[in-house]
């Protein structure tokens, strides 16, 4: 039997919970509650629809004209976005993630970024999935397996829904995410231009009381978080309050959000993606909450995404 398009399929179960895991960017597929959609999915013989579900590594976002500086040394990567002239999220998006372990209700997948020009290091990326009752725990682990230390960035790509996806079914829906602050970016390169507070000159980016998304334009990053118990949360819902949440910790002092403007067809606005980072857009460049490992180490963030209101 020929492997599925977007990868080796690990399917996972807990109580009213079930998830899919596809091995092209160790990908969340599915993940549904009750059989409702919480993120967007699609289907295993699809090649994966943008970075939908995705994991963003060794790096998030956007790195300007795809150089950058590292302890002396300049590195220039693909740029893989030509529209912005950027290298856009990271390595491993369309790697071949190895299965290593896996259980009803657990899996780990594996793969190495193998030194290359732009990025000549050896890196591990091991990252572990867990469904309970509290929803899909993910945790990503980066181990420096070079002698020389190594710039990291780490995040997620899931985007939310609340039941059934389609175009424009953002519009009706209900966000909340209490954060401070909100890097504005530049309308031709969505590179960063300047980090403002909410209600400065935010324009209608501020959520930190639930509102519905409505014509809403977003692709920005936030900062800022508001803790409760060490963890940042942010909400989407529908008018009766049933939808899907994300959950981090302070690993990740940023949420990238994108209400998917540029989706065709049905996919436009068809999902909200919230994506939990260690290091806002163009880290590599700025050195922002930039995570330096040395050979040897390692370092990682972890997410989860659960029902609400159900």
Do not use: K
Request: proline share 6%; hydrophobic share 40%.
């Amino acid at each position: 039997m020929s492997t599925p398009l977007s990868g080796v399929q690990v399917e996972l179960r807990s109580g009213r919970y079930r998830a899919s895991i596809a091995g092209v960017g160790a990908t969340v597929r599915v993940l549904q509650y009750d059989g409702v959609d919480l993120i967007v999915p699609f289907a295993a013989g699809e090649v994966r629809p943008a970075m939908r579900g995705a994991l963003l590594a060794p790096w998030p976002n956007r790195i300007a004209d795809g150089e950058y500086a590292f302890e002396g040394d300049v590195h220039r990567l693909v740029q893989n976005e030509p529209e912005t002239r950027t290298a856009a999220h990271g390595l491993v998006a369309w790697t071949d993630f190895a299965v290593v372990d896996s259980a009803v209700d657990r899996a780990v997948l594996s793969a190495v970024v193998a030194p290359q020009p732009g990025y000549p290091w050896r890196v591990r990326i091991d990252v572990e999935f867990r469904l309970g009752p509290d929803g899909l725990a993910q945790e990503v682990t980066a181990t420096n397996e070079s002698g020389t230390a190594v710039p990291v960035g780490l995040g997620g790509h899931p985007y939310l829904t609340a039941g059934t996806a389609g175009a424009r079914s953002i519009d009706a829906l209900t966000f909340e995410l209490d954060a401070a602050r909100v890097l504005l970016v530049t309308e031709d390169r969505m590179l960063p231009d300047r980090l403002v507070a909410l209600g400065d000159d935010a324009g209608d980016r501020d959520f930190r009381r639930p509102r519905r998304i409505g014509d809403a334009v977003v692709n920005n990053a936030f900062t800022g978080l508001a803790l409760r118990d060490g963890r940042a949360r942010a909400r989407l819902t529908d008018d009766d309050g049933r939808g899907a949440e994300v959950e981090w910790d302070a690993r990740c002092p940023w949420v990238q959000v994108y209400t998917a403007d540029h989706g065709v067809g049905a996919d436009h606005r068809a999902g909200l993606a919230v994506e939990p980072t260690t290091c806002p857009p163009d880290a590599f460049r700025s050195g922002q909450d930039l995570l330096v490992v040395p050979p040897g180490g390692s370092t990682g963030a972890g997410w989860v995404i659960r029902s609400v209101g159900r």
